[in-house]
């Protein structure tokens, strides 16, 4: 069965540092990836997303992610982070079926001042 | 805003009790998902509706079932509710029904506690 891994269930991040929340997946031939930001008392909203073509994607409110299939990794990114990025992070995955989209369990970013 | 609307925000009712949870998708989505987010399982897919059709299954219970509408407004109903019910249940829509395209715009979720 097609899986996400988030390794970090809490990060601790001081504002202005770079952060890197690590995503892995295991996959079939074509993984589409997402990463999805909650922020509390909301739904989710889609940061980035990668289908195809040049591994490093950009997405909203400076945040980029690179995949990497040799380690079935897609690893989102911040140069510097605001305190406003504090919230919970969920990589997706999808194999292209019908079946919605298998979430990991989220990380949760705490941004310290 | 992400266009999705789902009601009620919150709902409290007793085990046993049977609710609806009503969810209208983004102006031309074509696709509806239901999630369950709660703090020991993460978010897990439920069922998806496709054009008023039923297109997947997921972890849904059979106490649980949902329809999509002509008018593509899709409800979920749970009945027989337990205490592990207690969640936050949340309506995506998309504009067609295969995730090659991926993105899902998703609502604020409806809350539920079952007492």
């Known amino acids: 069965a097609q899986s996400v891994t988030q390794p970090d269930i809490h990060i601790t991040v001081s504002e202005g540092a770079s952060l890197e929340l690590r995503c892995n997946y295991s996959?079939?031939?074509?993984?589409?990836l997402f990463w999805y930001v909650q922020s509390p008392g909301q739904g989710l909203q889609l940061l980035l997303k990668?289908?195809?073509?040049?591994?490093l994607v950009q997405g909203i409110k400076g945040f980029e992610a690179e995949f990497k299939r040799s380690q079935s990794s897609f690893n989102l990114r911040k140069p510097s982070v605001h305190w406003s990025d504090a919230a919970e992070y969920f990589c997706?995955?999808?194999?292209?079926?019908?079946?919605?989209?298998?979430f990991g369990k989220g990380t949760h970013l705490i941004i310290q001042p | 805003d992400s266009g999705v609307t789902q009601t009620p925000k919150h709902l409290i009712t007793a085990t046993g009790q049977r609710v609806t949870l009503r969810c209208s998708p983004r102006?031309?989505?074509?696709?509806v998902y239901w999630y369950q987010q709660s703090l020991d399982q993460g978010l897990q897919f439920l069922i998806q509706?496709?054009?008023?059709?039923?297109?997947a299954k997921g972890n849904i219970l059979e106490r649980f079932s949902a329809q999509q509408f002509p008018d593509l407004h899709s409800e979920l109903n749970l009945s027989s509710l337990e205490l592990g019910d207690s969640a936050l249940y949340f309506c995506?829509?998309?504009?067609?029904?295969?995730?090659?395209?991926?993105?899902?715009?998703f609502g604020e979720g409806s809350r539920l506690t079952v007492l």
């Open positions: 995506a829509s998309s504009v067609d029904g295969f995730t090659p395209a991926g993105e899902l715009f």
């Open positions: 996959y079939g031939a074509t993984p589409y």
């Open positions: 990668y289908f195809s073509g040049d591994t």
């Open positions: 997706a995955y999808s194999g292209g079926g019908a079946d919605g989209l298998t």
């Open positions: 102006s031309g989505d074509l696709s």
């Open positions: 509706y496709y054009n008023g059709e039923e297109r």
